[in-house]
C-alpha cells in the first residue's frame, strides 16, 4: 500500500480556513487520494477525493500537486465541529478495496 | 440521508465467549467491510465482503472470525472465542462502488473483553 505522510497535529481558530498536508511521494499514476476524518467518538467518515485535477464539494476543496506527490485537504472556514483526525489514503483504481489508515492529522479548532 | 447502522453500541463480554456484532448497511450498497480500532491505535482493516464471499481479509482476521449476510439487509462479524486483545471498536463500511467509491461507516461498537 502507497505510504502517505501528514503532520500528527495543526490548530486552527474557528471561521479561519484550514490546509491539511499530505504527501505522498511513491504514489502511482492509478492510485487515487482520498480523505477521511474521524470525529470524537464516532466512525470515519468520507470527505472527498480526487485523482489529478482539484476537486471540490460541499465539505471541502481538495488540491493536488501537478506531480501528485502531495495533495492539501481545504476547509474554507473552520467551525468546532470540524476538530477530527482527518486522514489522507491512497487507494489504487482497481484491487484493493480496504482503506488502509495512518495515523493521520489531529485538528483542533480554537473558539 | 441514508447511513449505516450497528448493534449494540456496546458489548461486554467474558474471554473465551463468542459474539456476534450487527451492522445494517446502505440498502443500494454491494461491498460491505469491517474495521477495528483499538483504543489510542489506527483504524485496520479486517474483511471485506462482496457477492456473498469474502473478498479480501487482513491478517488479523483469522479461523476466530468471520462473517455473514444473512438475510440481504445485514452483514455480521463472528468472534467464536473472544480474546482480551479483541476488545476495540469495531466499525462497518458499506460502499456502491468497488475501487475508488467513498466508503460510508456506521457508529461502530465498542466490544469489551473481560
Known amino acids: 500500500d502507497a505510504k502517505t505522510t501528514q503532520p500528527n497535529s495543526m490548530e486552527s481558530n474557528e471561521e479561519e480556513p484550514v490546509h491539511l498536508p499530505c504527501n505522498h511521494s511513491?504514489?502511482?499514476?492509478?492510485?487515487?487520494i482520498h480523505w477521511y476524518r474521524q470525529l470524537p467518538s464516532q466512525g470515519p467518515e468520507y470527505v472527498i477525493h480526487?485523482?489529478?485535477s482539484n476537486v471540490n464539494n460541499r465539505m471541502a476543496s481538495l488540491a493536488i500537486a501537478e506531480d501528485r506527490k502531495s495533495s492539501t485537504l481545504i476547509l474554507h472556514r473552520a467551525t468546532l465541529r470540524d476538530a477530527a483526525v482527518y486522514y489522507c489514503?491512497?487507494?489504487?483504481?482497481?484491487?484493493?478495496?480496504?482503506?488502509?489508515f495512518g495515523q493521520g492529522t489531529r485538528l483542533t479548532i480554537n473558539p | 440521508e441514508p447511513e449505516v447502522t450497528q448493534t449494540p453500541s456496546h458489548q461486554v463480554t467474558q474471554m473465551g465467549q463468542e459474539v456476534i456484532l450487527r451492522c445494517v448497511p446502505i440498502?443500494?450498497?454491494?461491498?460491505f467491510y469491517w474495521y477495528r480500532q483499538i483504543l489510542g491505535q489506527k483504524v485496520e482493516f479486517l474483511v471485506s465482503?462482496?457477492?456473498?464471499?469474502?473478498?479480501?481479509k487482513s491478517e488479523i482476521f483469522d479461523d476466530q472470525f468471520s462473517v455473514e449476510r444473512p438475510d440481504g439487509s445485514n452483514f455480521t462479524l463472528k468472534i467464536r472465542s473472544t480474546k482480551l486483545e479483541d476488545s476495540a471498536m469495531y466499525f462497518c463500511?458499506?460502499?456502491?462502488?468497488?475501487?475508488?467509491?467513498?466508503?460510508?461507516f456506521g457508529p461502530g461498537t465498542r466490544l469489551t473483553v473481560t
Open positions: 465482503f462482496y457477492n456473498n464471499e469474502i473478498s479480501e
Open positions: 440498502s443500494n450498497h454491494l461491498y
Open positions: 480526487g485523482l489529478t
Open positions: 511513491t504514489i502511482s499514476g492509478t492510485d487515487y
Open positions: 489514503i491512497l487507494r489504487a483504481i482497481q484491487g484493493a478495496q480496504k482503506l488502509v
Open positions: 463500511a458499506s460502499s456502491w462502488d468497488i475501487s475508488y467509491g467513498e466508503q460510508y
